[in-house]
């Protein structure tokens, strides 16, 4: 009888613990054109100001559409293909193409520098639509990702 009990109370254990996780696990969907727009003109204004000599922002263009990008003094965004990233091997700022919302309605934008295939760092960024303008702040210190190019040894 013991052995059953067990087995009982494991797969008990299993079951809930899946349930759990899955009310924790946040969700991954594509944000609607009008709140890219507002993410995105947010996220650039912040992370590029004006500056007093031109400078050139390549981004990485998968998600994005030009009217999103805001304009900015001196600020020169411009739209990078994969196909240019890996030819040129160049690290771009760009945006991951998924949001998260976790169960509180929350939404989560990772915006970041590198190699978006690769090795890249960036933030995380909170969006939450209210009555008025919507809040799109950052939340944390960093996110990071990596890729193993490993020698054989």
């Given at each position: ?16 613990s899946g349930a759990i996780l899955a009310q924790t696990e946040p969700e991954e969907f594509e ?56 030819s040129r091997e160049i690290e771009v700022h760009f945006f991951k193409k998924k949001a998260r ?37 950052a939340i944390s210190a960093g996110w990071g990702m990596g890729c193993c190019r490993g020698t054989?040894?």
């Open positions: 009888m013991r052995p059953a009990r067990s087995a009982l109370a494991f797969a008990l254990i299993i079951l809930f944000l609607p054109p009008d709140a890219m727009r507002e993410v995105v003109g947010r996220i650039l204004r912040d992370k590029f100001e004006r500056g007093e000599s031109p400078k050139t922002v390549e981004l990485y263009e998968d998600g994005l559409r030009w009217e999103w990008l805001p304009p900015i003094e001196n600020i020169f965004f411009v739209l990078v293909s994969k196909q240019e990233i890996k919302r976790d169960a509180s309605g929350e939404i989560f934008i990772d915006f970041g520098f590198g190699d978006p295939f690769c090795s890249a760092a960036g933030t995380t960024w909170s969006y939450k639509e209210n009555d008025g303008p919507a809040s799109v702040h054989g040894h």
